[in-house]
């Protein structure tokens, strides 16, 4: 069975930095589409990001130029660099993938946040 494992959450002053890393087993991450999402108590969830096979990304508008989503191949582990972070990204974040793999995420980031198979999260926290 796939397993993800998200890391790297933390809390950071407005303006930092975090590197997010999802470890995924029994999967290939390279070869399969996966990507981001987030969610706050009492909030819908969010699709943040998506990476191809091919490596074609998708953002949500409101990360884009912030955040950047990557893949490690040889280390099967996904990435999501957080940039000039505000306190409106404080939240959960999960990895996520398809229950079938397949190369292309079809509805880009709008569809990660459905994907079946994710992790326990990790937390985000950003001060002002």
């Known amino acids: 069975q796939v397993q993800v494992a998200e890391s790297g959450g933390g809390s950071v002053q407005a303006g930092g930095s975090l590197r997010l890393s999802c470890r995924v087993s029994?999967?290939?991450?390279?070869?399969?589409?996966m990507g981001w999402f987030r969610q706050s108590p009492g909030k819908e969830r969010e699709g943040v990001a998506s990476l191809d096979s091919d490596g074609s990304t998708s953002y949500a508008d409101f990360v884009k130029g912030r955040f950047t989503i990557s893949r490690d191949k040889t280390k099967n582990t996904l990435y999501l660099d957080m940039n000039n972070l505000n306190s409106e990204d404080t939240s959960m974040y999960y990895c996520?993938?398809?229950?079938?793999?397949?190369?292309?995420?079809?509805?880009?980031?709008?569809?990660?946040?459905?994907?079946?198979?994710r992790g326990q999260g990790t937390q985000v926290s950003v001060s002002s």
């Open positions: 029994r999967y290939s991450s390279s070869r399969h589409c």
């Open positions: 996520a993938a398809p229950a079938l793999p397949v190369p292309t995420c079809s509805s880009g980031y709008r569809g990660v946040g459905d994907f079946p198979i």
